[in-house]
C-alpha cells in the first residue's frame, strides 16, 4: 500500500474513533469497598486536576472498547488500533515512555521534549525524530505543556457541563474521587456523560469514562489496572537501536513548500460550536480518494480508498455535497468526495450544517 493510501486509511479510522477527541474512559473499580476520603467541592477537585504538578510514575494501562465500528477487522492497519498491553513511564519532569504490546511484537516511543523515538520490534526498524529550536520563537506553553492543554480542553468542556462529585473508588488499588460532567440539556451531543476517576493525593485521572446516549455500557474504555508513583531512572528515557535495526531520522521539513501547505491546512481547518456539540471541518488533498496502486505488485492491483470508506459507513450527500458518513458510539465523522471532512461528538445533523457554515 502507498504512503498516501496507509496515511488516509490511518486517518480515516483514527477521524472515526477520535472523532469527539476522547479516547479514556472508566475501567470497572476494584474490588473493595469504597475508599472514605475528604469531602470536596466539584469545582475545586476540577481546579486541583488542572493545576496539579504532573508526578514521576510508571503503570500499565489496559483497553478496551464498544464504539461499533463496523468492519473494522477488515480495514488495512485497523489492527494497529487494538492492542494487549501498554506500559507508560513519566519522568515527572517532561519524559515519557510508552511500550505497547500486540502478541509477541513491542512498540516503543521514548519522548525527552526535544527528541522522540520510535522502534518497532516486528519490523525492527527505528525512527527518529528531532524538533528543531528556531532563534527567537517564543515556546507556546500551552503547546508543550501537557497540563496547560488538558486545562484548556477541560475548561472548555465545564463550561457546556454539569459538574458533581458522585462518590469515591479505589481504581488501580489507588483510593479516588468519581468527577462526572454532563452536557447540558442545551448541548447537541451523542455522549451522556464523562466519569473521571481522579487520584486523591496525585490528582492525576486514573481512569475517564464515556458514556453515550442510549447505552449503560462504556464505549470506550483506557485506564490504569495498575500505577506507581515513584522516581524513574534516567536512562529509562535513552534509547540506542538494536545494531542489526533500520534508522531512519525524520525531521520536521521547515522549507518554503512545507510551511506553505502547513499555512493552507491550518486556514483550511475550523473549529464550529463550542462545549460538547463542538465540530471540525478541513481539507485534504482530493488525490487521496483515488484508487491507488498497491507497492509492490506484479499483477497491478490497487486500492481504492472509497471502496475502504464504504467499508467503514454509508453514503450520504445533501447541500453541502455528497460522501461518507462514519458512525461510532462517541462520534460521528464525514469524509465528502471532494476532500473535505467534518467529526464530532455529535449527531451526523451537526456535521451537515458545520460543512454548510461559512
Known amino acids: 500500500m502507498k504512503p498516501k493510501t496507509k496515511a488516509l486509511t490511518a486517518a480515516v479510522v483514527g477521524t472515526a474513533l477520535g472523532a469527539a477527541g476522547l479516547a479514556f474512559i472508566a475501567m470497572p473499580a476494584s474490588a473493595g469497598d469504597a475508599p472514605v476520603l475528604p469531602a470536596v467541592s466539584a469545582d475545586d477537585l476540577v481546579q486541583s486536576v488542572l493545576t496539579a504538578k504532573q508526578p514521576a510514575f510508571d503503570g500499565t494501562v489496559k483497553v478496551s472498547d464498544n464504539l461499533g465500528l463496523p468492519m473494522l477487522n477488515a480495514i488495512p492497519g485497523a489492527s494497529s488500533l487494538k492492542f494487549d498491553e501498554a506500559r507508560l ?9 510508552l511500550s505497547i504490546k500486540q502478541g509477541n511484537t513491542e512498540e516503543t516511543t521514548i519522548n525527552d521534549g526535544k527528541t522522540v523515538w520510535h522502534y518497532s520490534s516486528k519490523t525492527n526498524t527505528a525512527s527518529k525524530t528531532v524538533y528543531p529550536v528556531e532563534p527567537g520563537k517564543v ?44 452536557p447540558k440539556p442545551t448541548e447537541k451531543t451523542l455522549l451522556r456523560e464523562i466519569r473521571v476517576a481522579v487520584d486523591s493525593e496525585t490528582r492525576l485521572p486514573l481512569r475517564v469514562s464515556v458514556l453515550s446516549n442510549g447505552s449503560s455500557e462504556p464505549a470506550l474504555q483506557i485506564a490504569f489496572s495498575d500505577i506507581e508513583f515513584t522516581a524513574q531512572p534516567a536512562e529509562l528515557f535513552q534509547f540506542t537501536p538494536p545494531k542489526d535495526a533500520k534508522v531512519t531520522d525524520e525531521q ?3 522549507d518554503d513548500k512545507t510551511l506553505a501547505q502547513a499555512e493552507k491546512a491550518s486556514k483550511d481547518f475550523k473549529v464550529v460550536g463550542d462545549g460538547w456539540d463542538t465540530a471540525f471541518t478541513g481539507k485534504f488533498s482530493a488525490d487521496l480518494l483515488k484508487p491507488q496502486q498497491l507497492k509492490p505488485s506484479k499483477d497491478g492491483k490497487t486500492a481504492d480508498p472509497k471502496a475502504l470508506l464504504s467499508k467503514l459507513g454509508k453514503p450520504v450527500s445533501g447541500t453541502w455535497g455528497s460522501g461518507v458518513l462514519i458512525s461510532t458510539k462517541v462520534g460521528t465523522a464525514l469524509i ?13 445533523q451537526v456535521l451537515y450544517e458545520a460543512l454548510a457554515a461559512k
Open 139 to 182: 515556546e507556546d506553553k500551552a503547546s508543550s505543556d501537557p497540563t496547560a492543554v488538558t486545562a484548556e480542553l477541560l475548561g472548555k468542556v465545564r463550561e457546556s457541563s454539569i459538574v458533581n462529585v458522585d462518590g469515591t473508588a479505589r481504581v488501580a488499588d489507588r483510593p479516588a474521587y468519581e468527577l462526572v460532567l454532563t
Open 252 to 254: 520536521p521539513k521547515l
Open 89 to 97: 513511564f513519566n519522568s515527572g519532569t517532561g519524559s515519557t515512555k
Open 336 to 348: 465528502t468526495d471532494d476532500g473535505r471532512f467534518a467529526a464530532g461528538a455529535v449527531p451526523e
